[in-house]
């Protein structure tokens, strides 16, 4: 794929770029990311204070970003038991419980794009159909009666493998309750926080792309952020996404229907701009943290 770029694409993407929107995508995913940090505490029954949640959000986007496979949430699952006092199935199941609400909302939203985008191809048939699926389970692993249609329909059509059905309803049910945790409208809370978050941070998509000049529309954007987050069940990834990343935006650009440049220099760009975006969080994260340390030792002393 280095082979293919023009690094010449990457100069002038510097001289036209509008940084004054790209400034404005990195404020939406600043808000994207309190969204999520509220949506944690929501979820959270020991109600850990909010700082310490949009701390805990920023060193999971870091972590997830630049470790392969599932590293970074088994990361992200050590540090809520090390500073959050989670037992390693407490905080793996808020974890999963997020994921399945992100997968739920994302997978969502690309559908509705593709009736809109309507871009015909191959992989873009199979990518509908993968969400379509996706989507479908999200739903039951999240909402009870569906899980009960679905478990029901699993014991008619396999009777021997009553058993399979068993600890697939365990394993929804243990889902829906932690999205659940603290009744229907709690669930609701939830559920508009992560399409909240979900909105916002492609919007923060279609703000870059707009400071880099790329003719996608909104809902183009939402199309090409669909592809991009289905890639990540790839089970491949380099250090940092290195190289992967950007082939999978450099992917996602051309099926959304990107025409404007070297679509391979372009999702560099994307891949390099999110990841200063997502180190910048994670630095004013730390100041935030030190911060907020220094002023907890300084009213102690006082105190005493």
């Known amino acids: 794929m280095l082979k293919r770029i023009n690094w010449g694409e990457f100069r002038k993407f510097g001289s036209i ?16 990311n309190i969204v999520r940090a509220l949506r944690f505490r929501h979820l959270d029954p020991l109600r850990q204070k909010f700082g310490s949640w949009w701390v805990m959000g920023q060193a999971y986007n870091l972590m997830t970003a630049t470790f392969p496979g599932g590293t970074g949430e088994m990361a992200t699952a050590y540090l809520l038991k090390r500073f959050y006092k989670f037992d390693w199935l407490g905080g793996i199941k808020i974890l999963v419980v997020t994921r399945v609400m992100d997968l739920a909302a994302l997978t969502g939203l690309f559908l509705s794009s593709a009736f809109v985008v ?14 379509a699926v996706l989507f479908v389970l999200s739903v039951i692993m999240l ?40 009744g229907v409208f709690a669930a609701f809370v939830s559920g508009s926080y992560t399409l909240i978050m979900q909105l916002l941070a ?40 290195l190289g992967t990343q950007a082939a ?19 999702g560099f760009v994307l891949y390099a701009t999110f990841y ?29």
């Open 118 to 131: 309507q871009q015909v191809h191959n992989l873009t048939i199979s990518a509908i159909v993968i969400s």
């Open 276 to 304: 200063v975006f997502i180190a910048m969080l994670c630095l004013l994260a730390i100041v935030y943290w030190f911060a907020m340390s220094r002023l907890f030792r300084i009213r102690s002393n006082q105190a005493a």
């Open 202 to 241: 492609i919007f923060s998509t279609y703000l870059v792309l707009l400071g880099l000049r790329a003719n996608l529309t909104f809902f183009e954007t939402i199309f090409c952020f669909g592809i991009y987050v289905l890639f990540q069940l790839v089970p491949v990834q380099g250090f940092a996404g």
């Open 143 to 182: 909402i009870p009666p569906c899980q009960r249609l679905f478990v029901e329909g699993l014991r008619r059509i396999y009777p021997k493998r009553a058993w399979f059905s068993a600890k697939v309803f365990g394993l929804a049910q243990r889902i829906s309750e932690g999205a659940r945790s603290r």
């Open 248 to 266: 999978w935006w450099a992917i996602a650009l051309s099926l959304a229907g990107y025409t404007g440049g070297n679509t391979v220099a372009l």
């Open 17 to 32: 770029a509008d940084y004054g929107m790209i400034g404005a995508g990195f404020g939406a995913l600043f808000l994207a």
